[in-house]
């Protein structure tokens, strides 16, 4: 057996005994401390810095400065225990726990949910009347016109018992499963509300919102980070992950179940529920959240020709799935187009209403993956892109997700530099609508170039030569809650162009390949992470959106959601998610050249072709 | 923690470690050992006599002699473990292991079971054609007209594996579900076999049958015990057995799938195969049968008026069942009419093909619960007595099952007795069929009158006055394998006497209700535990049957197990299975006075009305 030692993290003065060898990483997670990886514990991103008194032993990384070293930083993922440690985890190496939670703009359909209770006063049996207990509830429910009704083993197991305790009087919980209904709960005729989940799984984050299915009214939500970022910031390195970890999956797939689960246990905790009265979920997410989620292999996903396990999985048990909810209720995903658009497009679809407008609409989700979809009520037609996770604090120096002390805000008036943060609080660093305003103001203060280039200014203290090209001060040490300059740098704004320029070259790409032009659409519908926060006329000016009149824009917000909101509440629109599926082209552009020479144009400020954005190039919005 | 105490069981040599206070006859349980017990482990049967070398706690009990008390003897029940034991189980107080298999005589339905396999040539994958590895088997069968498909999740995790590892050529199992299809299972091309079982649960004995389902051949078959005896000999006995202990549903429940469970390896391994390849099942029980078997509460069978939870379970997955086969096989049980018409009785019908009839047929199935049936393909009657134990051993000093040993036939000739057992073993007993011979055997020889009463004479050396009245010598104990004179007294003819009575006064306020006379009767099928063995002539001899021509008997041996085989073979008698519960009048005697009346009349032999057996009243068969 091998040797353990002991860690103790600070300041969470939290203790935890681990084997000899074990990485730092693994250590902290196993004590639910969570420490950023965006890498999965490859030593390649160096976000997971800590300092360590005590005996390691770590890989060479050029991730960490000389100063860093010397003073015990280490790497988590690199730095294996030998001996007992003292571990420090820095505030900007955590994982935050509670993020910002981001609204969802959708409207509320005509509810008709798939599961219903129906109230029965049932005559009591008598030598005359003498039909099983399960016949005299079937037999009550076929003169209610309810169809062919079945039901489940841990519920006929507890029928005969509720009968007699409620004086056969009961309220039985349906499960309409289209060709039969099924019996899926039965109580005391108090047990009259009807409550269900919408569960979005990002990659990022996770939010779940309990919703009352008879009135569509929201009663709580929660949300919290997507634990599985321990094991890589992105849909791939997870994959990587489990292709390289024997346990990978089993350990992705509980993580992401006890992420959802710990969200339902404060819901219900704070509204004072019981589990068992949650009747049903209906779950988002992309491609690899769902398999992770269902515990499929996802490996195939990764290597061409591109292949998921499936796009469409049978609703089934929350026994099955190990949810936190009533063990009979049905779970529902929101159907994948493809391997990378997935079901949180499908539910992006169904907020925005697009397919259901005469109108030709875009719908843009901009994630580390991109997502874009063109269509109507008659045709719809998607693509994707990597975008790269530039907008969600990856890759930028001083980029951080959308949580507190994140600039969200920038203006630069004369040279002077003012920014709103989250919270109101001391900034920590940048996240993606604060770098779209802070590229697009510089940009129109002259301060950077078409290209990107920082101008250095002598005039300008803010401007300067750093490691990574030159770089603009947004932030004073003095200001920030981090205790360093908070900069942007060359470097760090070609990272952005490219992520903008993946994301107008896919909506063009689409756009032409099927005839179409920017100016033929009626609505750009725009979901994901900054959707809320993001100031149109600035990333016009940037060139992520076309230049379109601005009432031509709309935020839907979180619409993975709102998207699984809507489905939770309505059968039709549950038939209308796996028609979208099914009907909608897709378009792959990573064997398109059309895609490489749209990207290439785009790279600039705001595009190569001037034209494509007058208000722009005639400095109405600058 | 109570004190332990080794116990060691002889001839076994099977040593346990129990607490103090436990029963002897639950160490035997523990050990594998099965004791016979009636009562259920009441200390009302007194057949778990048992020799006890060491100190045992022990409530009063008149079921011992004092001879045996003298001797050591105790009964295993009311034994309660206080210090290290020796226990030697005799012979006559053991559970017989493996006991006759009995056939059962059904036709060979229209091959058309509800699994089917599907062999898969697929195109593998590209750029171009990247639907989700599900969607490429789903749509293949579909171009199959395979209509609509699902997957549960166990086989959507393996999909891919397989899919790959057989280069895309695949078999595919397929459940149909009528409104849809299910893939159960997904292998190599060489998996192309279709396999399914067939179970009888019954009160006393389990059969389980593997059978081809492409040809419908019995490949081979296996029976035991129900172990379950342990915990009562009859269904009731068991009911209360669960009303008195806690964790009795989920004792008997194990206890019922553990016996299945070790009969399917039994044939899994003599016929080496894989229990993944058992993909179907079908079981039939009498209705208590089946609560246990599902773990559902039986408490409110036993009280007035005589509820079962349920009548139809619908179909579910082995694997919720513990069940010993492909854990995504559906497993089907045939319905029951009520309490006391179950799933057996429900078999027996579709064995026999009376509901396919235009003749009006009877069905008599005798076993502890008598059940009878009438009807043709137009209408169904049933009801139920209580007809006792007396024909499978119970209430009858000499009584016995069906086992190696037991007396099956009687021969009396000028006072010279003759008589066969199963297997030629020396006599232990006497069996149903056994008993049936020997009362009308006694009856045409003058020896009992049309009471059942045993005439001394003092010219007979069989005839003797015994402690339950007179008794005759079937066996001399010299000539046994027990050591004692095998005798039937006045009493044992009573119960005997009582038994036949009530059945026949079942099938004949069954007719008269629904306006019919024996003389009506096209055939009378005889299924359950004596079919095979019984003869016809001298079971109207002593008015257990009527007076019809003698090939209006029809024995259909265990139709119960046939009928099981027949649905497992049929998706067309499935349906008809719950058409016949559906159709089915019910009548229940124990309300009916003019049961009372007819069961009075039958008391005598044949009958009181000798005009309702002509053939014996002119001695024809005597």
């Given at each position: 057996m091998k040797k353990e030692f002991k860690v103790v993290f600070k300041p969470d003065n939290k203790t935890v005994k681990v084997e000899q060898g074990t990485t730092v990483l693994d250590a902290a997670t196993s004590s639910d401390i969570y420490i950023d990886s965006i890498c999965g514990g490859r030593g390649k991103c160096g976000k997971c810095k800590v300092l360590i008194d005590g005996n390691v032993q770590s890989d060479q990384t050029d991730l960490l400065t000389a100063e860093e070293k010397e003073g015990g930083y280490f790497l988590a993922c690199l730095a294996r225990v030998v001996g007992n440690l003292k571990v420090t985890v820095p505030k900007e190496s955590r994982v935050e726990s509670h993020q910002i939670l981001m609204k969802s703009v959708t409207p509320l359909p005509a509810i008709d949910p798939p599961v219903l209770k129906v109230p029965l006063s049932l005559t009591p049996p008598s030598l005359a009347d003498y039909v099983s207990d399960l016949d005299r509830v079937t037999h009550a429910l076929r003169n209610l016109d309810m169809g062919h009704v079945t039901i489940g083993l841990p519920t006929l197991k507890k029928i005969s018992r509720v009968l007699r305790d409620n004086q056969w009087n009961?309220?039985?919980?349906?499960?309409?499963?289209?060709?039969?209904?099924?019996?899926?709960?039965?109580?005391?005729?108090?047990?009259?509300?009807?409550?269900?989940?919408?569960?979005?799984?990002?990659?990022?984050?996770?939010?779940?919102?309990?919703?009352d299915l008879t009135t569509g009214k929201v009663i709580d939500a929660r949300s919290d980070y997507n634990k599985q970022v321990v094991y890589g910031e992105d849909v791939l390195s997870r994959v990587m992950y489990t292709e390289e970890h024997d346990d990978g999956i089993s350990k992705l797939t509980s993580t992401i179940r006890y992420g959802i689960n710990d969200l339902i246990r404060e819901l219900v905790i704070e509204n004072n529920m019981r589990y068992e009265r949650i009747c049903r979920a209906v779950l988002s997410g992309n491609t690899v959240m769902m398999h992770l989620f269902y515990g499929l292999d996802p490996k195939y996903i990764r290597h061409e020709p591109y292949i998921p396990v499936m796009s469409f999985v049978p609703q089934m048990k929350a026994v099955k799935l190990d949810l936190s909810v009533n063990p009979n209720a049905y779970i529902y995903a929101l159907p994948c187009r493809s391997s990378y658009v997935g079901g949180d497009v499908t539910a992006d679809i169904i907020a925005s209403g697009m397919s259901d407008n005469k109108d030709i609409s875009l719908l843009i989700d901009v994630g580390t993956n991109g997502e874009v979809v063109l269509g109507n009520d008659t045709f719809l037609v998607s693509c994707s892109c990597s975008a790269g996770p530039a907008f969600e604090g990856g890759e930028v120096e001083f980029g951080v997700r959308a949580m507190k002390g994140a600039i969200e805000r920038v203006w630069i008036n004369d040279g002077l530099v003012e920014y709103s943060t989250i919270g109101n609080e001391k900034p920590k660093g940048i996240c993606g609508s604060g770098l779209i305003?802070?590229?697009?103001?510089?940009?129109?203060?002259g301060v950077i170039d078409r290209t990107g280039k920082i101008q250095l200014d002598k005039n300008n203290v803010r401007t300067e030569v750093g490691n990574n090209g030159n770089q603009f001060i947004v932030a004073f040490k003095e200001d920030t809650a981090i205790d360093k300059n908070i900069v942007m740098t060359d470097v760090d704004i070609q990272n952005i162009l490219r992520t903008k320029a993946a994301v107008y070259a896919s909506c063009n790409v689409l756009l032409k390949t099927f005839g179409y032009k920017f100016g033929d659409l009626c609505n750009v519908f725009i979901a994901g992470s900054f959707g809320n926060y993001l100031d149109t006329k600035k990333a016009i000016t940037i060139g992520l959106l076309p230049d379109l009149p601005l009432d031509t824009f709309k935020f839907i917000g979180n619409g993975a959601l709102g998207g699984a909101r809507m489905v939770l509440l309505s059968r039709d629109l549950q038939d209308k998610a796996a028609e979208i599926v099914e009907n909608m082209t897709h378009i792959e552009l990573s064997v398109s050249s059309m895609f490489f020479k749209e990207f290439t144009s785009a790279l600039f400020i705001p595009h190569t072709e001037l034209d494509q954005f007058p208000h722009i190039a005639t400095r109405v919005y600058t």
């Open positions: 009961v309220n039985v919980t349906l499960m309409d499963l289209w060709d039969r209904k099924e019996i899926i709960d039965i109580g005391p005729p108090s047990d009259n509300d009807l409550i269900g989940i919408a569960v979005d799984i990002g990659t990022t984050t996770i939010v779940v919102e309990l919703v305003e802070l590229i697009a103001e510089l940009f129109s203060n």
